[in-house]
């Protein structure tokens, strides 16, 4: 067996002389190609498990979206030798929980038990993972179910924003899928595109298995090893590779919602790759633009005019490319002084930046909740598996915050003029088109939709 | 809430429940009342600041319904010696956030930061109990905020409307008739001496409780404290609430037509105060009916059945009894009555039959992956010790907390579902879709 251990315990320093302590941890790979990160980090008596592969949704088969979020689903929901429902009982006995779910460039099962329970959780666990049946009547199950959640997001105004802007902004790129399926596409998916699915990506050497919590790293390696050494290592299809293209010109959307008395609003274009080298620069100058509470946007909608009771802006940021997005909402009747203030803050920002004390504070802040971030058992083990999926440093959780405060003033700007778009850009709004229509007018090329049309 | 979300919606609450875990607390009261309770942990560099009202909307009277949610928006907006937003600036200056909410029976405020900036958080809290600067300008921004926030989880939220409305025709005479955030008109109607009087009423050292929890020494900070807040005036202890609410001897049925997709209906029982055994035993049948796939409601409406997109149960922790609440949204083409029809059967079995001790071991083991769950963070342990302290009348009942689950029995299950759960003790709100832009639908 091939065993590297780095057993590093290193700290953080957030502030003058104030250091994080992050527990150590050790990296294994076992022969099949397994990677395996345990850390013992015992503040409370459970244990995290979380097992990511790459290759999620925008693995999609062109014509049938979904498949990547429904395979996943149905990995508990039958193995060769245990039903849905043995399952369920199983886990709900111990008070744990279980899931697996689909990104847009991986799939991630987790699952938390007490750390009495560690052996019960990871038969199951395992199970779900080398051994899922995907029954026909299980499919059809939720197939059904999803359908009907296809309905229910329509009476749900910011997911309804939410799927239209991704879809727009994304257009032809595989991002921009209905990941939970279309009703075309749910009616069509197959067992076997389930199974395909499962097989070009559920494989050890396309795999990394992370364990958080009260356990010893010595046994708990053993304990992986019984169950993980048998699976077998897999040729993978290679992944794509396009990146998303930047929207060109102003284009606006109406969404028909003939009941609502607010509108929700979302303005944005494409944003940057997760590993893209101005990733730390962005995030401090989004922080001054849209996160927190003291954040231009905040202060100008909410503080200021009482327009909204939330405003904020984001970059989600995945393998191949993410989004630029600012969210928020008011009444139907302040629809127009909403945008022109949202448009002059990007137009301000874009001109002048942002003040040293504004990036200042927005590091601390991204600091203080880094750190934060690293209390929880579960948080811990996303961060780890981030780390391996996007192919960051190892060093990544003790740079972070030092790469964020290394971030200078011309940084911010120059980063600002390249990604928050002014002259090209989306904009969805959920409202009574009729009513809203004249307020819009004027802010680009407008198209109404109805809400059948909005979830497809 | 002040920033992200929305009054407590019921069925929006995980389950909380405690288990007693090793945390060691101290604790002292100033002279003036205000009792201060500290748990010292140096897992991260981190502090959480809480401070813990006993206050909310159950403290209201009509015509000024929604005070207490928009007060706590005002509480961030200045006080003597920190300009308005100058609360937040210096909090995400120094690594912190902030944030509160307000339910029923407690308003709750809390802020995290880097250790280092304690003292500066101590200086602008006691600066905001003793000082906070109530005026126009504060009022009408929030007011303006709040109705935005209104809209949001209220009037343009099926659920939300739907949990309004059952809460409004379960309680006759008890305040937890209305909305946490208030009626449209009543957050029209708030004045600013309403605004004054609420703050002298129920923002005294004497009706609060400071939870310190994090990266700190107990010595110098005890000192501290008794220097910044031992000097806010005492108020007289404010009236206490009269709960009036009459017994129910009938189930109350209400229509709901609105724009959307799919029928639902929302089931609420008058249930048992916090405080009451009983309310342990509600709690753990709620697990049983809803927690999980292999919970009855789960597994036969949402699996067996397919009739449900959703059913959720949960009953609330409120000083008087709230309800236990039942909520179900139907799948295209399924009528409601289907759904009431075997949520009604399973509950009647329950009152029946029991349950098994398995199930009420699953629920209990439930309980106790929860209790572990609220000791990871900092944040976690100040908000249940505040919320026990305020709901539950000791923030040290949350430590003994998994005494009263083990107690609970497979009768004491069957009881309480024979004794609450029962058809005159119910009120049913039903939602009727009406197509986008249809003016109202058929009805029978």
Same mark, same amino acid.
């Given at each position: 067996?091939?065993?590297v251990v780095?057993?590093?315990a290193?700290?953080?320093?957030i502030?003058f002389?104030q250091? !994080?302590q992050i527990?150590p941890?050790t ?7 397994l990677?395996?990160?345990?850390m013992? @980090?015992r503040?409370?008596?459970l244990?995290d ?13 062109d014509s ?7 395979m996943?689903?149905l990995?508990?929901?039958g193995?060769e030798?245990?039903?849905?429902t043995?399952?369920?009982?199983? !886990? ?5 929980s279980m ?7 991986y ?6 038990v007490?750390?009495k329970?560690?052996?019960t ?5 395992s199970?779900?993972i080398?051994?899922?049946a995907?029954?026909?009547?299980? !499919?059809?199950?939720?197939r059904?179910?999803?359908?009907a959640?296809?309905d229910?997001?329509k009476?749900?105004p910011s997911?309804?924003?939410s799927?239209? +802007?991704s879809?727009?902004? @994304?257009?032809?790129?595989p991002y ?6 279309t009703k ?18 559920f494989?050890?050497?396309n795999a ?8 010893n790293?010595?046994e708990?390696l ?5 169950? +993980?050494?048998?699976w077998?290592r897999?040729?993978r299809?290679?992944?794509p ?7 060109k010109?102003?284009?606006?959307v ?8 607010q509108t ?5 274009? !494409?944003?940057i ?6 990733y730390?620069p962005?995030?401090v100058?989004?922080?001054v ?10 202060e ?10 939330g ?6 940021a ?5 989004s630029y997005v ?9 629809i127009s ?7 002059g &803050?990007v ?5 002048k ?7 200042m ?6 600091a203080?909740s880094?750190a934060?971030s690293?209390?929880?058992?579960e ?5 780890i598996?981030?780390i &391996?999926?996007?192919g ?7 740079? @972070?915050? &030092?790469?964020?405060?290394?971030v200078?003033l011309?940084?911010v ?8 778009y002014l002259?090209?850009?989306?904009m969805?709004?959920v409202?009574p ?9 004027g802010?680009?090329?407008?198209a109404?939709?109805?809400?059948d049309?909005?979830?497809? | 809430?002040?920033?992200t979300?929305?009054?407590v919606?019921?069925?929006a ?7 007693? $875990?090793s945390?060691?607390? *101290?604790?002292?009261?100033?002279k ?6 500290l ?7 981190s502090?959480?600041f ?5 206050v909310?909307s159950?403290?209201?009277?009509p015509g ?6 928009l007060?706590e928006?005002m ?5 003597k010696h920190?300009?308005p ?5 210096i909090?995400e200056?120094?690594g912190? #956030?902030s ?5 029923? %029976?407690?308003?709750f #405020?809390f802020?995290?930061?880097?250790s *280092?900036?304690l *003292?500066?958080v ?6 905001r ?6 005026d126009?300008?504060?009022? /009408?921004q929030?007011?303006g905020?709040?109705? /935005?926030?209104r ?7 099926i659920?939300?409307t ?7 025709a379960a309680?006759?005479a008890?305040?937890?008739?209305n909305?946490v ?5 009543d957050l029209?109607a708030?004045?600013l001496? %309403? ?11 004497n ?7 994090? %990266?700190f ?6 000192k501290?404290i008794?220097?910044?807040f031992g ?6 202890k404010p ?28 089931i ?21 009916l809803?927690?999980?796939?292999s919970?009855?409601?789960?597994k036969?409406?949402v ?8 059913v ?17 949204q139907?799948?295209?083409?399924? $009528?409601?009555a %289907?759904?009431?029809?075997e ?6 079995d ?8 398995? /199930?009420? $071991? ?11 769950d ?12 505040g919320?026990?302290?305020?709901i539950?009348g000791?923030?040290r009942?949350?430590l003994t907390?998994?005494d009263? #689950?083990t107690a609970?029995t497979?009768a004491d299950? $069957?009881?309480?579902a ?9 009120t049913v ?8 832009g249809a003016?109202?639908?058929s009805?029978h």
């Amino acid at each position: 067996m091939q065993r590297v251990v780095t057993l590093i315990a290193f700290s953080i320093s957030i502030a003058f002389g104030q250091k !994080i302590q992050i527990p150590p941890s050790t990296r294994d790979t076992l022969p099949n190609g397994l990677t395996i990160i345990l850390m013992e @980090y015992r503040k409370v008596p459970l244990a995290d498990f979380r097992l990511l592969v790459r290759g999620g949704s925008s693995e999609d088969p062109d014509s049938l979206p979904g498949v990547a979020s429904i395979m996943a689903s149905l990995m508990r929901e039958g193995t060769e030798t245990r039903s849905s429902t043995q399952i369920s009982e199983a !886990i709900d006995f111990i008070g744990g929980s279980m899931s697996v779910g689909a990104g847009l460039d991986y799939c991630a099962a987790t699952m938390e038990v007490m750390k009495k329970d560690v052996d019960t959780g990871l038969e199951l666990f395992s199970d779900v993972i080398l051994h899922p049946a995907f029954p026909n009547d299980e !499919i059809d199950r939720e197939r059904k179910q999803r359908l009907a959640r296809l309905d229910a997001i329509k009476e749900e105004p910011s997911a309804i924003a939410s799927v239209v +802007f991704s879809r727009k902004v @994304y257009g032809q790129h595989p991002y921009g899928r209905q990941a939970m399926g279309t009703k075309v596409s749910l009616e069509s998916i197959r067992r076997d595109d389930l199974l395909a699915f499962y097989r070009n990506t559920f494989m050890p050497n396309n795999a990394v298995l992370v364990v958080v919590g009260d356990f010893n790293r010595n046994e708990m390696l053993e304990k992986l090893k019984a169950k +993980f050494s048998a699976w077998e290592r897999r040729e993978r299809r290679a992944a794509p590779t396009a990146r998303p293209a930047t929207l060109k010109g102003k284009h606006v959307v109406l969404v028909n919602k003939p009941d609502a008395t607010q509108t929700q609003i979302r303005v944005g274009n !494409i944003g940057i790759d997760i590993r893209n080298p101005d990733y730390f620069p962005l995030q401090v100058a989004n922080t001054v633009f849209g996160a927190g509470f003291t954040s231009r946007l905040v202060e100008e909608l909410r503080v200021k005019r009482s327009l909204t009771y939330g405003a904020s802006s984001s970059f989600p940021a995945n393998l191949l490319g993410g989004s630029y997005v600012i969210s928020t909402f008011t009444k139907n009747e302040t629809i127009s002084e909403t945008i022109d203030v949202v448009l002059g &803050e990007v137009a301000r920002f874009r001109e002048k930046g942002a003040t040293k004390e504004e990036m200042m504070k927005a590091q601390n802040y991204i600091a203080g909740s880094f750190a934060r971030s690293l209390q929880s058992p579960e948080a811990l083990a996303s961060r780890i598996t981030d780390i &391996e999926l996007y192919g960051f440093p190892q060093d990544h959780l003790e740079k @972070y915050i &030092e790469r964020i405060r290394r971030v200078q003033l011309a940084d911010v700007q120059r980063v600002v003029r390249e990604h928050f778009y002014l002259e090209d850009l989306l904009m969805v709004f959920v409202t009574p088109a009729n009513e809203s229509a004249a307020k819009v007018q004027g802010y680009g090329e407008t198209a109404t939709i109805s809400l059948d049309e909005a979830v497809e | 809430m002040k920033k992200t979300s929305v009054t407590v919606v019921l069925l929006a609450c995980a389950l909380t429940t405690s288990w007693s $875990q090793s945390i060691t607390t *101290d604790e002292f009261t100033l002279k003036n009342g205000l009792k201060v309770v500290l748990v010292e942990d140096h897992t991260v560099p981190s502090v959480c600041f809480a401070v813990a009202f006993h206050v909310g909307s159950r403290n209201e009277r009509p015509g000024i319904t929604g005070i207490s949610h928009l007060f706590e928006h005002m509480m961030f907006n200045g006080s003597k010696h920190y300009k308005p937003t100058e609360f937040d600036k210096i909090l995400e200056a120094g690594g912190g #956030y902030s944030n509160a909410y307000t339910s029923n %029976d407690i308003t709750f #405020y809390f802020e995290e930061f880097n250790s *280092d900036l304690l *003292d500066k958080v101590l200086d602008m809290e006691a600066d905001r109990i003793r000082s906070l600067k109530i005026d126009t300008v504060n009022l /009408e921004q929030e007011r303006g905020i709040v109705k /935005e926030e209104r809209r949001v989880s209220t009037d343009n939220s099926i659920q939300g409307t739907m949990f309004e409305d059952l809460y409004a025709a379960a309680f006759v005479a008890h305040p937890y008739q209305n909305p946490v955030v208030g009626w449209m008109k009543d957050l029209d109607a708030i004045r600013l001496d %309403d605004a004054r009087e609420y703050f002298k009423t129920y923002y005294a050292p004497n009706n609060a409780t400071v939870f310190i929890v994090g %990266d700190f020494d107990f010595r110098p900070l005890k000192k501290k404290i008794g220097k910044l807040f031992g000097e806010i005036p005492r108020h007289a202890k404010p009236r206490p609430v009269v709960n009036a609410e009459p017994g129910q001897n009938g189930e109350r049925r209400v229509k709901l037509h609105k724009e959307a997709e799919l029928p639902a209906v929302a089931i609420g029982y008058k249930a048992a105060g916090a405080d009451s055994p009983d309310s342990y035993a509600l709690k753990l049948l709620v697990t049983i009916l809803s927690r999980g796939q292999s919970s009855r409601l789960y597994k036969r409406l949402v699996y067996d059945m397919e009739i449900v997109t959703e059913v959720n149960a949960a009953v609330d922790e409120f000083i008087d009894p709230g309800l236990f609440a039942i909520y179900a949204q139907m799948k295209p083409g399924e $009528q409601v009555a %289907d759904a009431e029809h075997e949520v009604y059967e399973i509950i009647d079995d329950i009152a029946q039959h029991g349950v098994t001790a398995e /199930e009420l $071991q699953k629920a209990k083991n439930t309980a106790q992956a929860d209790y572990a769950d609220g000791f990871k963070t900092n944040v976690g342990v100040a908000g249940r010790l505040g919320f026990y302290e305020v709901i539950h009348g000791d923030y040290r009942k949350s430590l003994t907390v998994l005494d009263r #689950y083990t107690a609970v029995t497979v009768a004491d299950i $069957q009881r309480v579902a024979g004794q609450y759960l029962t058809e005159r003790k119910r009120t049913v709100v039903i939602l009727v879709p009406e197509q986008p832009g249809a003016e109202q639908s058929s009805s029978h």
